[in-house]
Every structure is written in structure tokens, then in C-alpha cells.
């Protein structure tokens, strides 16, 4: 069964810095490799929303996708071997607090989610 575990969120003032990982289990990383990873954030009576995505390109390769509150101030990676997506989140804002959640998915029937972590910017 596979499981993600994310780990990372905590409290920082504006301007700080924070880094997400999610470990993903139970996936061989060959297969891991094949999925696409994404991180979406769900804020206190918002929706849920998509903040950055690795998946195919169009061509071949990779596409990396974020949405534009985030351009710039945030890097999505994965690190194949250890089956891990990390976010790195870079000069926070109080409008980033939120709970964030790990996503694999496989383009076809198979979609998971982490338990999510909780992200909180304040001074």
C-alpha cells in the first residue's frame, strides 16, 4: 500500500524560509519515477489548491507548474532514489499558512495523498 509521509511545516515569520519533504512507501522508485508529484495547500475555509506540480511534458521530459502567488519564492524537486518530493518555500508570507499535502498520482487510476502539515507565517 502506498503511503506518503510529509514532513516540514512548523511556524515562520515573513520573510523566513521552510522546507517540505514527502517520503512516498510501499512504490518501487523505478515506478515512483513514472508519476507525477505535486504539492497543493488548503487554507482555513478555502479549497484545496494546486501550488506546484512536476509532471510530463508535452514532448518528453519534465513540466514543472506553479501557481503564480508562489513564482518565484518556491521550488518543487523530487529525489528519485529516496522516493521524495521536497518544497522549498523561500521569503513565507502570511497568506502561505496553511495545511500542505503531498500528491503522487499515475495519469491513470491511481492517486494518493499525504496526511498533510501544517504551515503557519506570522510575526
Known amino acids: 500500500q502506498v503511503q506518503l509521509v510529509e514532513s516540514g511545516g512548523g511556524l515562520a515569520q515573513p520573510g523566513e524560509s521552510l522546507r517540505l519533504s514527502c517520503e512516498a512507501s510501499g512504490i518501487n522508485f523505478s515506478v515512483f519515477v513514472t508519476y507525477s508529484v505535486a504539492w497543493y495547500r488548503q487554507a482555513p475555509g478555502k479549497q484545496r489548491e494546486l501550488v506546484a506540480r512536476i509532471s510530463r511534458g508535452l514532448s518528453g521530459g519534465t513540466s514543472v507548474n506553479y501557481v503564480d502567488s508562489v513564482k518565484g519564492r518556491f521550488t518543487i524537486s523530487r529525489e528519485i532514489a529516496k522516493k521524495t518530493v521536497y518544497l522549498q518555500m523561500n521569503n513565507l508570507k502570511s497568506e502561505d499558512t496553511a495545511a500542505y499535502y503531498c500528491?503522487?498520482?499515475?495519469?491513470?487510476?491511481?492517486?494518493?495523498w499525504g496526511q498533510g502539515t501544517q504551515v503557519t507565517v506570522s510575526s
Open positions: 500528491n503522487i498520482n499515475s495519469y491513470r487510476n491511481d492517486d494518493y
